[in-house]
Protein backbone atom coordinates (compact mmCIF):
# COMPACT_ATOMS: atom_id res chain seq x y z
CA UNK A 1 0.00 0.00 0.00
CA UNK A 2 1.60 3.46 -0.76
CA UNK A 3 1.11 5.52 2.36
CA UNK A 4 0.82 8.79 0.17
CA UNK A 5 -1.70 7.79 -1.93
CA UNK A 6 -3.90 6.57 0.99
CA UNK A 7 -3.32 9.65 2.89
CA UNK A 8 -4.64 11.63 -0.33
CA UNK A 9 -7.81 9.54 -0.27
CA UNK A 10 -8.14 9.96 3.36
CA UNK A 11 -8.09 14.08 2.71
CA UNK A 12 -10.19 14.36 -0.34
CA UNK A 13 -13.24 12.50 1.86
CA UNK A 14 -14.10 16.30 3.99
CA UNK A 15 -13.99 17.39 0.09
CA UNK A 16 -16.68 14.87 -0.95
CA UNK A 17 -20.11 15.20 -2.05
CA UNK A 18 -22.75 14.16 -0.64
CA UNK A 19 -23.26 11.59 -3.39
CA UNK A 20 -19.52 10.26 -2.83
CA UNK A 21 -19.90 9.78 0.86
CA UNK A 22 -23.26 8.14 0.57
CA UNK A 23 -21.05 5.56 -1.90
CA UNK A 24 -18.48 5.41 1.01
CA UNK A 25 -20.29 4.48 3.52
CA UNK A 26 -22.30 1.96 1.27
CA UNK A 27 -18.87 0.72 0.47
CA UNK A 28 -17.35 0.27 3.74
CA UNK A 29 -20.22 -2.28 5.21
CA UNK A 30 -18.87 -4.20 2.21
CA UNK A 31 -15.01 -4.40 3.54
CA UNK A 32 -16.60 -5.30 6.61
CA UNK A 33 -18.07 -9.10 5.63
CA UNK A 34 -15.50 -8.89 3.44
CA UNK A 35 -13.07 -9.32 7.03
CA UNK A 36 -15.85 -11.61 8.19
CA UNK A 37 -16.01 -13.95 5.70
CA UNK A 38 -12.33 -14.29 5.72
CA UNK A 39 -12.36 -14.66 9.37
CA UNK A 40 -15.17 -17.51 8.42
CA UNK A 41 -12.66 -18.96 6.74
CA UNK A 42 -9.55 -18.73 8.92
CA UNK A 43 -12.04 -20.59 11.38
CA UNK A 44 -12.74 -23.54 9.33
CA UNK A 45 -8.86 -23.84 8.51
CA UNK A 46 -8.04 -23.59 11.88
CA UNK A 47 -10.25 -26.55 12.50
CA UNK A 48 -8.69 -28.99 9.74
CA UNK A 49 -5.58 -27.70 11.60
CA UNK A 50 -6.69 -29.42 14.84
CA UNK A 51 -8.33 -32.05 12.71
CA UNK A 52 -4.67 -32.83 11.04
CA UNK A 53 -2.64 -32.08 14.40
CA UNK A 54 -4.24 -35.02 15.99
CA UNK A 55 -3.36 -37.50 13.65
CA UNK A 56 0.45 -36.76 14.35
CA UNK A 57 0.85 -34.67 17.72
CA UNK A 58 4.07 -33.08 18.35
CA UNK A 59 4.76 -31.15 21.52
CA UNK A 60 4.85 -27.75 21.17
CA UNK A 61 7.52 -27.13 23.63
CA UNK A 62 10.67 -29.06 22.58
CA UNK A 63 8.67 -30.62 19.46
CA UNK A 64 9.10 -34.55 20.42
CA UNK A 65 6.83 -36.78 18.88
CA UNK A 66 6.83 -38.38 22.07
CA UNK A 67 3.64 -37.61 23.55
CA UNK A 68 0.73 -39.60 25.17
CA UNK A 69 -3.36 -38.65 24.94
CA UNK A 70 -3.70 -36.57 27.73
CA UNK A 71 -7.71 -37.03 28.11
CA UNK A 72 -10.06 -34.18 27.14
CA UNK A 73 -11.34 -30.70 27.69
CA UNK A 74 -13.66 -28.56 26.04
CA UNK A 75 -13.79 -31.20 23.04
CA UNK A 76 -10.34 -30.97 22.70
CA UNK A 77 -7.96 -34.10 22.78
CA UNK A 78 -5.13 -32.74 25.00
CA UNK A 79 -1.70 -34.62 25.20
CA UNK A 80 1.85 -35.22 27.20
CA UNK A 81 5.03 -35.03 26.21
CA UNK A 82 6.99 -37.46 27.65
CA UNK A 83 10.20 -35.79 27.52
CA UNK A 84 9.20 -32.68 28.93
CA UNK A 85 5.66 -32.90 30.64
CA UNK A 86 4.35 -30.65 29.07
CA UNK A 87 0.39 -30.71 28.42
CA UNK A 88 -1.12 -29.23 25.35
CA UNK A 89 -3.61 -29.13 22.67
CA UNK A 90 -3.52 -28.93 18.75
CA UNK A 91 -4.89 -25.05 19.85
CA UNK A 92 -1.68 -25.07 22.19
CA UNK A 93 0.64 -21.98 21.21
CA UNK A 94 -2.20 -19.57 19.76
CA UNK A 95 -2.69 -16.40 21.35
CA UNK A 96 -5.03 -13.80 21.41
CA UNK A 97 -5.51 -10.66 23.28
CA UNK A 98 -7.91 -8.13 24.22
CA UNK A 99 -8.54 -5.31 26.04
CA UNK A 100 -11.07 -1.98 26.48
CA UNK A 101 -9.88 1.56 25.68
CA UNK A 102 -12.06 4.32 25.92
CA UNK A 103 -13.37 7.60 23.53
CA UNK A 104 -15.54 10.83 25.04
CA UNK A 105 -19.00 10.86 23.53
CA UNK A 106 -19.25 13.17 21.01
CA UNK A 107 -22.20 14.69 18.76
CA UNK A 108 -19.51 15.77 16.39
CA UNK A 109 -21.76 17.42 13.75
CA UNK A 110 -25.23 17.64 15.23
CA UNK A 111 -26.40 21.16 14.19
CA UNK A 112 -29.55 20.87 17.30
CA UNK A 113 -27.05 20.75 19.91
CA UNK A 114 -25.37 24.01 18.79
CA UNK A 115 -26.30 26.93 21.13
CA UNK A 116 -26.31 30.74 20.28
CA UNK A 117 -22.70 32.60 21.56
CA UNK A 118 -23.27 34.90 24.24
CA UNK A 119 -22.01 38.35 24.23
CA UNK A 120 -19.02 39.11 26.13
CA UNK A 121 -15.59 37.87 26.47
CA UNK A 122 -14.80 35.59 29.46
CA UNK A 123 -10.95 35.16 31.07
CA UNK A 124 -8.71 33.08 29.81
CA UNK A 125 -8.57 31.74 33.26
CA UNK A 126 -12.01 30.62 33.46
CA UNK A 127 -12.54 29.37 30.02
CA UNK A 128 -9.80 26.97 30.99
CA UNK A 129 -11.77 25.80 34.01
CA UNK A 130 -14.71 25.80 32.19
CA UNK A 131 -12.98 23.20 29.69
CA UNK A 132 -11.82 21.50 31.97
CA UNK A 133 -15.04 20.63 33.55
CA UNK A 134 -16.43 20.17 30.38
CA UNK A 135 -14.16 17.01 29.25
CA UNK A 136 -14.49 15.78 33.04
CA UNK A 137 -18.18 15.70 32.59
CA UNK A 138 -18.63 13.76 29.05
CA UNK A 139 -18.95 10.13 29.03
CA UNK A 140 -16.66 7.82 28.52
CA UNK A 141 -17.82 5.23 25.27
CA UNK A 142 -15.68 1.68 25.72
CA UNK A 143 -14.49 0.36 22.85
CA UNK A 144 -13.27 -3.39 23.09
CA UNK A 145 -10.33 -4.87 20.88
CA UNK A 146 -9.61 -8.25 20.76
CA UNK A 147 -6.37 -8.91 18.07
CA UNK A 148 -3.81 -11.73 17.37
CA UNK A 149 0.12 -11.30 16.27
CA UNK A 150 -0.99 -12.03 12.70
CA UNK A 151 -2.95 -8.79 13.17
CA UNK A 152 -6.16 -10.31 13.06
CA UNK A 153 -8.62 -7.87 14.99
CA UNK A 154 -12.27 -8.31 16.29
CA UNK A 155 -13.62 -4.89 18.03
CA UNK A 156 -17.29 -3.90 18.96
CA UNK A 157 -18.55 -0.40 20.52
CA UNK A 158 -19.90 -1.45 23.65
CA UNK A 159 -22.63 0.09 26.29
CA UNK A 160 -20.46 -1.19 29.35
CA UNK A 161 -17.55 -3.40 30.21
CA UNK A 162 -19.27 -6.23 31.16
CA UNK A 163 -18.67 -10.20 31.01
CA UNK A 164 -22.02 -10.55 29.68
CA UNK A 165 -20.90 -7.99 26.21
CA UNK A 166 -17.67 -9.20 25.92
CA UNK A 167 -19.10 -12.72 25.77
CA UNK A 168 -21.53 -11.70 23.15
CA UNK A 169 -18.97 -10.27 21.04
CA UNK A 170 -15.76 -12.64 21.35
CA UNK A 171 -17.95 -16.15 21.25
CA UNK A 172 -17.57 -18.25 18.51
CA UNK A 173 -14.75 -15.47 17.08
CA UNK A 174 -11.85 -16.95 18.80
CA UNK A 175 -11.33 -21.05 18.56
CA UNK A 176 -12.04 -22.45 21.67
CA UNK A 177 -8.60 -23.87 23.04
CA UNK A 178 -6.75 -20.38 22.60
CA UNK A 179 -4.80 -18.35 24.67
CA UNK A 180 -6.67 -15.52 25.71
CA UNK A 181 -4.30 -12.40 27.34
CA UNK A 182 -6.36 -9.40 29.19
CA UNK A 183 -5.72 -6.97 32.19
CA UNK A 184 -6.66 -7.80 35.32
CA UNK A 185 -10.56 -6.85 35.78
CA UNK A 186 -13.83 -7.96 37.33
CA UNK A 187 -15.24 -8.35 33.74
CA UNK A 188 -12.46 -10.56 31.87
CA UNK A 189 -12.63 -12.96 36.02
CA UNK A 190 -14.43 -15.85 34.45
CA UNK A 191 -14.28 -14.41 30.52
CA UNK A 192 -11.85 -17.51 29.08
CA UNK A 193 -13.82 -20.02 30.96
CA UNK A 194 -17.06 -19.29 29.48
CA UNK A 195 -15.42 -19.13 26.22
CA UNK A 196 -13.34 -21.88 26.84
CA UNK A 197 -9.90 -20.24 26.43
CA UNK A 198 -6.87 -20.75 28.84
CA UNK A 199 -6.79 -17.18 30.16
CA UNK A 200 -3.10 -15.48 31.08
CA UNK A 201 -4.06 -12.00 33.06
CA UNK A 202 -1.44 -9.67 33.60
CA UNK A 203 -1.65 -7.15 36.83
CA UNK A 204 -0.87 -4.00 34.69
CA UNK A 205 -1.39 -1.71 37.93
CA UNK A 206 0.99 -3.25 39.46
CA UNK A 207 3.94 -3.10 36.37
CA UNK A 208 3.54 -6.67 35.52
CA UNK A 209 3.81 -6.71 31.65
CA UNK A 210 4.88 -9.98 30.35
CA UNK A 211 3.83 -13.28 31.78
CA UNK A 212 5.80 -16.35 32.13
CA UNK A 213 8.33 -14.38 28.99
CA UNK A 214 6.17 -14.46 26.00
CA UNK A 215 2.00 -13.43 27.53
CA UNK A 216 1.67 -9.58 26.85
CA UNK A 217 -1.52 -7.04 25.51
CA UNK A 218 1.05 -5.51 24.26
CA UNK A 219 -0.22 -5.90 20.95
CA UNK A 220 -3.69 -5.03 21.88
CA UNK A 221 -2.56 -1.71 23.51
CA UNK A 222 -0.45 -0.90 20.35
CA UNK A 223 -3.51 -1.23 18.19
CA UNK A 224 -5.41 1.02 20.34
CA UNK A 225 -2.72 3.99 20.02
CA UNK A 226 -2.69 3.74 16.45
CA UNK A 227 -6.60 3.69 16.48
CA UNK A 228 -6.78 6.79 18.62
CA UNK A 229 -3.77 8.87 16.52
CA UNK A 230 -6.56 7.79 13.88
CA UNK A 231 -9.62 8.78 15.20
CA UNK A 232 -8.51 11.63 17.33
CA UNK A 233 -5.56 12.54 15.21
CA UNK A 234 -6.29 12.42 11.67
CA UNK A 235 -10.37 13.26 11.40
CA UNK A 236 -10.14 15.02 14.79
CA UNK A 237 -12.42 12.88 16.61
CA UNK A 238 -15.76 10.89 15.48
CA UNK A 239 -19.94 11.36 16.19
CA UNK A 240 -19.98 8.19 18.52
CA UNK A 241 -23.20 7.12 16.34
CA UNK A 242 -20.41 6.74 13.38
CA UNK A 243 -17.75 5.38 16.05
CA UNK A 244 -18.78 1.45 14.80
CA UNK A 245 -18.22 2.56 11.18
CA UNK A 246 -14.99 3.61 11.75
CA UNK A 247 -13.60 1.08 13.81
CA UNK A 248 -14.76 -1.40 10.97
CA UNK A 249 -12.48 1.08 8.07
CA UNK A 250 -9.57 0.88 10.34
CA UNK A 251 -10.08 -2.60 10.77
CA UNK A 252 -10.32 -3.33 7.26
CA UNK A 253 -7.03 -1.07 6.50
CA UNK A 254 -4.83 -3.04 8.86
CA UNK A 255 -5.69 -6.43 7.04
CA UNK A 256 -3.37 -7.93 4.19
CA UNK A 257 -6.61 -7.99 1.59
CA UNK A 258 -6.41 -4.04 1.24
CA UNK A 259 -5.06 -2.03 -1.47
CA UNK A 260 -5.50 1.34 -2.98
CA UNK A 261 -7.01 -0.89 -6.34
CA UNK A 262 -8.95 -2.24 -4.47
CA UNK A 263 -10.44 0.87 -2.54
CA UNK A 264 -11.06 2.56 -5.94
CA UNK A 265 -12.86 -0.32 -7.84
CA UNK A 266 -15.34 -0.42 -4.86
CA UNK A 267 -15.84 2.90 -5.20
CA UNK A 268 -16.14 3.28 -9.03
CA UNK A 269 -18.34 0.33 -9.52
CA UNK A 270 -20.46 1.98 -6.89
CA UNK A 271 -20.56 5.25 -8.34
CA UNK A 272 -20.86 3.96 -11.44
CA UNK A 273 -24.02 2.03 -10.54
CA UNK A 274 -25.69 4.73 -8.86
CA UNK A 275 -25.76 6.84 -12.33
CA UNK A 276 -27.02 4.00 -14.28
CA UNK A 277 -29.96 3.40 -12.16
Known sequence: MQSQQFEDILRSVPLMSPEQVNVLHTTLPLAANTVTSNVQAESRFLERLKF????HPVCVRCRSAHVNRWGSKDGHQRYCCKDCGKTFNAMSGSIA???ETFF????KGDRKLQTPRKRGARSQ???????TEKKASVPLIPVMVACDRNHHVIDAVLKKVSTEELQSQ?????????TLC?????????????????AKTLVSSSGERVKEGIYHIQTVNAYHSELKRWIN????GVATKYLQRYLGWKRYLKTHM??????????????AYQHIT
Request: proline content about 0%; overall charge negative.
Open 233 to 236: GFFK
Open 182 to 198: FDAHLAHEHLAEKLSLT
Open 97 to 99: EED
Open 170 to 178: LEGRILAGS
Open 125 to 131: RKSRHAK
Open 104 to 107: HESH
Open 258 to 271: FSIEGFLDQISIHW
Open 52 to 55: YFDQ
